[in-house]
């Protein structure tokens, strides 16, 4: 009934901005809780970004100072702004939301990141 669906990906040089997006499908939807995860080619997937239900942010080290995770203000959207990209920021990345705080999880359909000379 509800789709989240991510969009911004793309091939970006050394010290470029990527902005990733991720909206849910049906308007009446409003995210409690939200995170971007990240696989790397050969890398497990990792946490990279995530907004509690009290809009605390939390950040791996590695992207600290450089990505900053978002939302607009009706919940209907969660952003990663991505800065000084780094060749081992490349990726897929997805989005997972929380419509409650003991809702399930949901999962988009990822996004590639590319960065590279």
């Known amino acids: 009934q509800v789709q989240l669906v991510e969009s911004g990906g793309g091939l970006a040089q050394p010290g470029g901005s990527l902005r990733l997006s991720c909206a849910a499908s049906r308007s009446d939807f409003k995210f409690y809780a939200m995170a971007w995860h990240r696989q790397g080619p050969g890398k497990e997937r990792e946490l990279v970004a995530s907004i509690g239900g009290f809009g605390n942010t939390n950040y791996i080290d590695s992207v600290k100072g450089r990505f900053t995770i978002s939302r607009d203000n009706a919940g209907k959207t969660v952003y990663l702004q991505m800065n000084s990209l780094k060749p081992e920021d490349t990726a897929v990345y997805y989005c997972?939301?929380?419509?409650?705080?003991?809702?399930?999880?949901?999962w988009g359909q990822g996004t590639q990141v590319t960065v590279s000379s």
């Open positions: 997972q939301v929380r419509f409650s705080r003991f809702g399930d999880a949901y």
